[in-house]
């Protein structure tokens, strides 16, 4: 992976991008990756999507992924973990689906059909 030496917000911006991108997840899903914190030896970032539309270019629903990056190690460690979720997912240990993106986001659609403003 990447020394955590090599750490910085940018630098940590460009190895969730690449590991977001060895997802495979379709070409119509959209993300982009904000910086939150970093506290001690944690990075913690936002990895946010949605299937923009040309009739909906602004999505009703985004589905969010939270990423931590440890550098408290030599090497460092990412993790990440689905919105509303807690199971905890390593890269390369466990494989992304993209239906979990698209219950998130299916979920929160209902959710919202069945509130009125």
Request: hydrophobic share 40%; glycine share 2%; net charge negative.
């Amino acid at each position: 992976m990447v020394k955590s030496s090599e750490i910085d917000e940018k630098s940590a911006i460009g190895v969730i991008d690449e590991i977001v991108q060895s997802w495979g997840v379709h070409e119509c899903w959209l993300y982009c990756i904000d910086f939150l914190e970093k506290i001690d030896s944690l990075y913690q970032f936002r990895v946010k999507w949605s299937i923009p539309t040309r009739r909906k270019p602004i999505p009703t629903a985004t589905a969010t992924v939270f990423f931590t990056i440890d550098t408290s190690k030599p090497e460092a460690e990412v993790t990440y973990v689905l919105e509303a979720q807690r199971l905890i997912h390593t890269p390369g240990k466990s494989v992304f689906r993209e239906k979990w993106l698209k219950d998130i986001i299916t979920t929160k659609t209902m959710m919202m059909d069945d509130v009125t403003f």
